[in-house]
């Protein structure tokens, strides 16, 4: 089965509001993850990474959290934009092999309203 | 521009046919996957090659391959098209053999009728 998970498979926001999408990770030997944003009609684009010896990990109006107690990864996006909105995608990785594919969580469709 | 080019952006095929599906990396990148997006199964890995080589398969049916040619370029080849693989396939790249930092392509959305 899928090894990451999504909570929540919708999430509707204010513009400006504060986003937080959540994901659930079953591999504990995953050392990496990114977070990638699915507009329509285009492929995954990297939004941030991070990998497991970080907790935190800062980027433009967007931060990673990852908690490896509980298997857990989120992303959240300060003041929400209506271009924001899209399909976001949490995956995660395994290195240290010779296979380095990543793992795909189903996607949390966002919605921003103007 | 993500600079990973994919080729055709639609296709309409009948059952029992066979396609190919075409992925120019970016310029650099040596690595080259592919995906299948379906709504009921999400992302799956199929395959990835590096350097011309095959170096990790995923849930890859037996109908389909691929390769990757001298020039980097790589071809997905379907064949025996069922309904049920109507599907987004989408190619990314990176410039090492590893899954860091992919840049995905545009995709080519594949219809079976």
């Known amino acids: 089965g899928e090894s990451v998970g999504l909570h929540l498979p919708t999430l509707s926001v204010q513009e400006g509001d504060n986003s937080i999408i959540n994901c659930a990770y079953s591999?504990?030997?995953?050392?990496?993850f990114i977070w990638y944003k699915q507009e329509s009609g285009k492929g995954p684009q990297f939004i941030i990474d991070?990998?497991?010896?970080?907790d935190k990990r800062q980027g433009q109006r967007v931060t990673v959290l990852l908690n490896k107690t509980v298997k857990h990864l989120s992303l959240q996006i300060a003041a929400t934009q209506p271009g924001d909105s899209a399909v976001y995608f949490c995956a995660e990785n395994l290195s240290g092999g010779s296979n380095y594919k990543l793992t795909f969580g189903k996607g949390t469709l966002l919605t921003v309203n103007p | 521009d993500s600079g990973v080019t994919q080729t055709p952006k639609h296709l309409i095929t009948a059952t029992g046919q066979r396609v190919t599906l075409r992925c120019s990396p970016r310029?650099?990148?040596?690595?080259v996957y592919w995906y299948q997006q379906s709504l009921d199964q999400g992302l799956q890995f199929l395959i990835q090659?590096?350097?011309?080589?095959?170096?990790a398969k995923g849930n890859i049916l037996e109908r389909f391959s691929a390769q990757q040619f001298p020039d980097l370029h790589s071809e997905l080849n379907l064949s025996s098209l069922e309904l049920g693989d109507s599907a987004l396939y989408f190619c990314?790249?990176?410039?090492?053999?590893?899954?860091?930092?992919?840049?995905f392509g545009s995709g080519t959305r594949l219809t079976v009728v």
């Open positions: 310029s650099g990148d040596l690595s």
């Open positions: 991070i990998r497991s010896n970080m």
């Open positions: 591999n504990s030997a995953s050392d990496y």
């Open positions: 090659y590096y350097n011309g080589e095959e170096r």
């Open positions: 990314a790249s990176s410039v090492q053999d590893g899954g860091y930092g992919y840049t």
